[in-house]
């Protein structure tokens, strides 16, 4: 089982910036494909972006293409997200999530593991 962790969230004014972190404990992280999700209030989770257990092959949804960017350190434990030029739209609760290599998708049905999730309000 492996247990996730998030931080690096807070309040940002349009335009500007923030890194989230995710720390996986409890097995081998490079076992495992990541992603970042998110959920704004009334609204359902929706996905953000994939990672594969090998840090390649990036995928991201449209509405944050060119402006997040997914990376991971697996001597770490960690999966990132760079969020740039970050609009009052992005505003929602992120939640990092894991599934075993060789599973992947888009969907929330597609992990089996999450954390609990970072604050992101961004200003206008």
């Known amino acids: 089982q492996v247990q996730l962790v998030e931080s690096g969230g807070g309040l940002v004014q349009a335009g500007g910036s923030l890194r989230l972190s995710c720390a996986a404990s409890?097995?081998?992280?490079?076992?495992?494909?990541a992603g970042w999700f998110r959920q704004a209030p009334g609204k359902e989770r929706e996905f953000v972006a994939r990672?594969?257990?090998?840090?390649?092959?990036?995928y991201y949804a449209d509405f944050v293409k060119g402006r997040f960017t997914i990376s991971r350190d697996n001597v770490k434990n960690l999966v990132y997200l760079q969020m740039n030029s970050l609009k009052p739209e992005d505003t929602a609760v992120y939640y990092c999530a894991a599934v075993p290599a060789g599973r992947i998708g888009v969907r929330t049905y597609d992990y089996d593991y999450w954390g609990q999730g970072t604050q992101v309000t961004v200003s206008s």
């Open positions: 409890g097995r081998t992280f490079s076992d495992y494909n």
């Open positions: 990672i594969m257990w090998s840090g390649g092959y990036a």
